[in-house]
Nanobody, 123 residues
Framework: QAQLAESGGGSVPPGGSLSLSCVAP????????MAWFRQALGQQREGVAS???????LYADSVKGRFTISKDNAENTLYLHMENLQPADTGTYYC?????????????????WGQGTQVEVSS
C-alpha cells in the first residue's frame, strides 16, 4: 500500500485557517476513497471528512461549512482546507486511504494511514 505523508499542520489562533496536504506516491493506487481523521489528546480518533473516487464527499457535523476536502488525482494528493478553526479542532490529523466501504468515516474501515500532522488552535 502507498505510503502517505501529511504536512501543513501548525498553530493558529481561534478563527484562523490552515490547509493540510497528504501525498501518496504518484501512480500508486489509493483505493476507492480517502479521508482525514483527527485525534485529540486522550480522545478517540474521529472522522473529519472523506472523499470517494467519484468525488462524493462526507463531513462530520462538527466541521460542516468550515472544512473542505479535495483531491488532486494527477498529483495523488489529498487536501483539507480548514477555516474558522476553534480550540476543539486541536489534535493530530491523519490521512487515510484504501477504504473498505465508500462514504465512511469509520476509522476501522481504512487500511492505510499516514503518520499525522499536528494542529493546535489556541489564543
Amino acid at each position: 500500500q502507498a505510503q502517505l505523508a501529511e504536512s501543513g499542520g501548525g498553530s493558529v489562533p481561534p478563527g484562523g485557517s490552515l490547509s493540510l496536504s497528504c501525498v501518496a506516491p504518484k501512480n500508486s493506487y489509493t483505493g476507492a476513497c480517502m479521508a482525514w481523521f483527527r485525534q485529540a489528546l486522550g480522545q478517540q480518533r474521529e472522522g473529519v471528512a472523506s472523499i470517494d473516487d467519484d468525488g462524493s464527499t462526507l463531513y462530520a457535523d462538527s466541521v460542516k461549512g468550515r472544512f473542505t476536502i479535495s483531491k488532486d488525482n494527477a498529483e495523488n494528493t489529498l487536501y483539507l482546507h480548514m477555516e474558522n478553526l476553534q480550540p476543539a479542532d486541536t489534535g493530530t490529523y491523519y490521512c487515510a486511504s484504501h477504504c473498505i466501504v465508500r462514504g465512511t468515516l469509520r476509522s476501522s474501515w481504512y487500511a492505510n494511514w499516514g503518520q499525522g500532522t499536528q494542529v493546535e488552535v489556541s489564543s
